[in-house]
């Protein structure tokens, strides 16, 4: 209790809970859209099992502080630049968000050939590997900065905080997964908006691996910048015709994919 009545744990516990809202924003847009490629009936479930898998994902991490820390320590040198375990997560997951970026906005411009008529699902599990890809990449960087916030100012008592911060945040998450969801499936310009946000930051997250820090307010910045003026073309045209982009995810004859 006595810890508890300390105001220095309660405004790290909002601060770090801001932080984990913020920087989740990525995962649930991701988690989102790649839900967009399954069926009505299976998209809420996989995004309620895409940020559970975060949160254990988080809460384990946070148990193997020992670990995580001994992430950061160099493994390799190439042409003068250290190379941590870190690095080389953060380098991985950086080309994987880049490239199905480049693929989601290149399916929903172009079009899938050999798909015109009919539709075909993503399957399932295939869906679900994607998001614990990205789940480890973002949870490593979630955590990793709560660690540098917390455990050095409370000591033990820190995990706790970063914990319940990590419940928070997951659970906010859970809750406007849904609607966010739907809003960008809805508006076209709003999903290129949201892939563009990915691929800035799957290019922040491979410049991050060579350590040349991008600050992250910057991008969420631009993003919000972006949102606030595509909110403003839809009110101002609210009547105009929408732009309807290719979307083998909705048909009338929807085709499982092979698995």
């Known amino acids: 209790m006595e810890f508890l009545a300390d105001p220095n744990v309660w405004i790290a516990f909002a601060t770090l809970t801001v932080l984990e809202l913020v920087l989740g924003i990525d995962n649930v847009i991701f988690i989102s859209i790649l839900a967009g490629k399954l069926p009505p009936d299976q998209q809420a479930k996989a995004r309620y099992i895409g940020l559970s898998l975060a949160f254990i994902m988080r809460v384990i ?28 997560v953060l380098l991985i997951g950086g080309l994987f968000l880049i490239a199905k970026a480049t693929h989601e906005i290149h399916g929903s411009l172009e079009g899938e050939e050999g798909h015109s008529a009919k539709k075909v699902y993503s399957g399932f599990a295939g869906v679900i590997t994607q998001i614990v890809v990205l789940d480890i990449v973002f949870s490593l960087d979630s955590v990793i900065t ?38 960008v499936q809805r508006h076209p310009t709003v999903k290129m908006l949201a892939l563009s946000f990915l691929l800035l930051i799957g290019v922040m997250l491979v410049a991050e691996s060579f350590d040349q820090k991008i600050p992250k307010g910057y991008i969420y910045f631009a993003m919000a910048f972006s949102i606030v003026v595509e909110f403003l073309n839809m009110r101002l045209r609210r009547k105009a015709q929408p732009v309807i982009l290719h979307n083998p995810y909705e048909d009338d004859e929807p085709v499982a994919e092979a698995k």
């Open 61 to 88: 991490l946070l148990f193997s502080l020992s670990w995580v820390i001994g992430l950061t320590a160099p493994l390799f040198t190439i042409w003068g630049q250290e190379i941590s375990g870190k690095d080389l």
């Open 146 to 183: 709560a660690v540098g916030m917390v455990s050095t100012q409370f000591g033990e008592n820190g995990i706790w905080i970063m914990i319940a911060a990590v419940v928070i945040s997951i659970a906010a998450m859970m809750f406007f997964a849904g609607p966010v969801g739907n809003f």
